[in-house]
């Protein structure tokens, strides 16, 4: 795994605020067996990663992500941040058993957090906008994380038809 070339800003903002996104999550209590969890961040972790190595491609080059244009070990950890974000986003949606047209709601101001949120990590240079600009990325947020949602949806309806369910 390549190492980044300086040791910045970039690299200092991923591993405080991945730090305190795993201290959050600790301190949660445990809302969904095992096999959903890993599936959760699989998938956020996953849509993440093809998002950015699609639009951060050489043929389409809207924005770069951390020092270098290969992978190295700072990108594994911002897809690591991801997971752990979609993981919070499908916790509290569960925990707060959003329905009806609170769902829009929820999805808007998540989307919006997480324009914020690209925007304060462009600060710190983990993302270097080129051909993209912030108010891009709020229709697909609410695009992801609608899908998000329903993924999440259809996962507690099959395990709740396995024999595995114990609820």
Not at 143 to 154: D, H, I
């Amino acid at each position: 795994m390549i190492l980044p070339k300086n040791f910045d800003q970039n690299e200092w903002f991923v591993l405080i605020f991945l730090t305190v996104v795993i201290v959050i999550i600790c301190f949660l209590p445990k809302r969904f067996p095992r096999s959903i969890t890993i599936l959760i961040l699989v998938y956020t972790a996953t849509v993440g990663r093809i998002t950015d190595r699609t639009l951060a491609a050489p043929w389409a080059d809207f924005y770069d992500i951390m020092d270098t244009g290969k992978y190295d070990l700072f990108d594994l950890l911002t897809y690591i941040l991801y997971a752990l974000f979609g993981y919070i986003l499908i916790y509290l949606f569960d925990m707060l058993n959003v329905k009806g047209l609170w769902i829009l709601v929820y999805i808007v101001l998540w989307s919006l957090a997480s324009v914020g949120l690209e925007w304060m990590s462009s600060q710190f240079e983990v993302v270097k906008y080129k051909e993209w600009v912030p108010y891009l990325s709020f229709s697909y947020y609410l695009a992801v994380q609608a899908l998000t949602l329903l993924f999440f949806k259809y996962l507690k309806r099959v395990y709740r038809n396995t024999i595995f369910y114990i609820k």
